[in-house]
């Protein structure tokens, strides 16, 4: 039987060895007036970097440049609409990891508003985004968080009273998504790994959301396989253009998965972790998926009521080990060890480096959703899951 379901709406993708090459061309299509948002010198340094404002120089198109060097806060939204609001903006480029492409997100839906845009997020601001937008391009350089395929954009407020929130709306979606693997070639060994990480939990959640549908199950078990072969080689040799191109297709898979099937209990703690320390977002889902999945089988087990959620674990295990016709508990549970011992293996560290305490972890629990979870975790299991990896 299948299920009723929806679909979300996609951007135009480009993916491929070398497509970067036909972003100069989207551009002067677009308009006369681009707005790049890139991280703080990595793009712009590079023959990539050059490449682009040479080409858009001699095109005569009016560039105007964006430094997001982190997370993106409202006061980076705002500064940079602010900024440009004058400027007639034909279109709005990001080139970078999933901060920089958020941030490019927030500002292409803001510059036509003019407010901050922390009156439109949720569960923070009181507005409704009306989704009139400059035109966007995002154009990856990280295989993590699959933002070029979604539509809502992650903003954080750090400290006591601190947010990571989304500005969300169905016209936010990228128009153009530029997916070229070969853009991930210099990307850091620790940043490799720890996007990675969060491609994998993106996916695994997606594919266990109780929101999950026969399409995004197909999807994600696609972008799962590219995991299972291209995670490790790209941690190992950052220039194996085989592996990296497996996980930027695996990363676009996630985005477009968690878009449509929502996700799980650890992007419950990226959220709610995330407004409190100074913590990459991929190193939270990285360091925590395991543990996580760890208790979620042991309480779907207790439990017994969701023989859906045990059936694709056992897929999961049977995906990833390579053996043949064993228990169905030697798959589950072998998945779960495998999560382990990639955890281990990435080197991944664990959250007291970032400067979360004992006497923080229930603040933290009582702040983190359990949404789309395919088993409902009580305080007890969400302190458990952070105390093992603090």
Request: proline letters at 4%; charged letters at 25%; a neutral charge.
């Amino acid at each position: 039987m299948v299920k009723p379901f929806s679909f979300a709406r996609l951007p135009v993708i480009w993916f491929g060895r070398g497509r970067f090459g036909m972003l100069s061309g989207l551009v002067k299509k677009t308009g006369r007036r681009v707005l790049i948002v890139t991280g703080r010198s990595s793009f712009t340094e590079s023959v990539y970097g050059k490449q682009l404002f040479r080409e858009l120089a001699r095109e005569k198109v009016g560039n105007y440049h964006v430094v997001v060097p982190g997370e993106p806060s409202p006061a980076v939204v705002d500064e940079a609409v602010k900024g440009f609001s004058e400027e007639r903006i034909d279109l709005v480029v990001a080139v970078g990891g999933g901060s920089v492409i958020d941030a490019g997100k927030a500002i292409s839906a803001m510059l036509p508003l003019c407010e901050s845009v922390k009156d439109y997020l949720e569960g923070v601001g009181t507005k409704e985004h009306p989704g009139k937008k400059v035109t966007f391009i995002a154009v990856p350089t990280t295989s993590g968080t699959g933002s070029e395929a979604t539509k809502n954009a992650v903003i954080s407020e750090r400290g006591a009273d601190g947010f990571k929130r989304s500005l969300r709306h169905d016209n936010l979606v990228p128009d153009v998504a530029l997916v070229d693997p070969e853009m991930t070639l210099s990307c850091p060994r620790d940043i490799t790994a720890a996007s990675g990480m969060d491609c994998f939990t993106q996916l695994t959640e997606a594919y266990l959301s109780d929101k999950s549908n026969h399409y995004t199950d197909a999807l994600a078990l696609e972008g799962l396989k590219a995991v299972r072969s291209s995670l490790e080689l790209s941690i190992q040799d950052g220039q194996d253009i085989n592996a990296r191109t497996g996980m930027a297709f695996a990363a676009l898979t996630s985005g477009i998965c968690l878009a449509n099937a929502g996700l799980g209990v650890v992007h419950g703690f990226a959220s709610s972790i995330g407004g409190m320390f100074d913590i990459p977002h991929g190193i939270v889902c990285g360091t925590l998926m395991a543990s996580a999945n760890e208790i979620i089988v042991r309480e779907l087990r207790r439990t017994g009521n969701n023989t859906t959620a045990i059936n694709k674990y056992l897929r999961l295990g049977k995906l990833f080990l390579e053996e043949e016709r064993r228990s169905d508990d030697f798959y589950i549970d072998g998945f779960v060890d495998y999560l382990q011992r990639l955890t281990s293996e990435s080197l991944l560290p664990r959250l007291a480096e970032y400067g979360l305490k004992e006497k923080d972890i229930e603040t933290i629990c009582r702040s983190t959703e359990n949404k789309n979870n395919p088993v409902k975790l009580t305080p007890e299991n969400l302190a458990e899951i952070i105390s093992s990896r603090l």
